[in-house]
Every structure is written in structure tokens, then in C-alpha cells.
């Protein structure tokens, strides 16, 4: 079957594939949490960064944290909600592990009680990336990997 499958591929030649991604303005955010490298005064830190993108204007918002805590982990959207003047109605995650408690089946997460609660609270649904395997990021949103001097 592999090799039919291999042959059909390549006698189909395809060229490029393209999906037209369209967004309504208040349609959707992508969120995720990464780690940087930051210089405070004179001295090399580690910082936990909370990174969301809007996916209409692809406006960007950028907090970095000094733990990563679920205090941090629930402020970040919040104050990208804030930042952009409302509530999306969806929000797109990484897998991280504040947000879930465990995955149900290939699409589904059992998230936090304290996740549950804001989301609850500011009413948006939750997306998150596909494969549990990995963690993947959401695509437009990147973790920011590089040095930040705030002197």
C-alpha cells in the first residue's frame, strides 16, 4: 500500500497548496509562553515571556515574567485582552502545561481548574495545537528568543 501510495504522489506532481486563512476582527488569538535570555542591569536573567497575536491585524502583545507561575500564566491574557480592547472569542494554545491537565484523545485537553475558571470568566473558547507528542507552537504567535537589554 506504501509503495502505491509513493507512486501516486509522484505521478500527481503536486505543485503548491495554499488555504486562504480569513479572520473576522474580534475572531481569534494565538497565545503562547516562552523563555529569553535578558540583561538587568549588567546581569544575564532568564525570563518567561507571554507572546499573543491577534489573528485579524496580526497585532502583537509581549509581557515577560520573572517566574513562571499560574499567577503569571492567567495575567498574560489578561492583559492582552487589555492591551488589544477586548476578548477574542477564541484564544489558540500551545500544549503548555498551565493551560491543561491532560490530554483526552488525539483534539481534546482537560484543562486546569484555574485556566477553566478565566476562561470561564472572560468567555472565550479554547484551541489548542493538534499533535500532544510535541509541542508545536501556534503559528503566528513566536516565543522570543532573543536578548533583551533594559538598561
Known sequence: MGEFVRERWRLM???EVYLLLTFFRAESMQAEWGQAEVMVQGEQRQVWT???RLEYSTDIFVRLYARSRTEAFLDGPRRAFEHFGG???EVVLDNAS???K???G???REETPAFLALRTYCVFRSRYCITPSRRYTSGLSL???TPFDTD
Do not use: E, G, K, N
Request: net charge positive.
Open 143 to 145: 516565543a522570543i528568543t
Open 106 to 108: 488525539l483534539s481534546r
Open 87 to 89: 476578548v477574542r472569542a
Open 102 to 104: 491532560c490530554f483526552v
Open 98 to 100: 498551565t493551560a491543561r
Open 13 to 15: 506532481d503536486p505543485l
Open 50 to 52: 507571554f507572546c499573543a
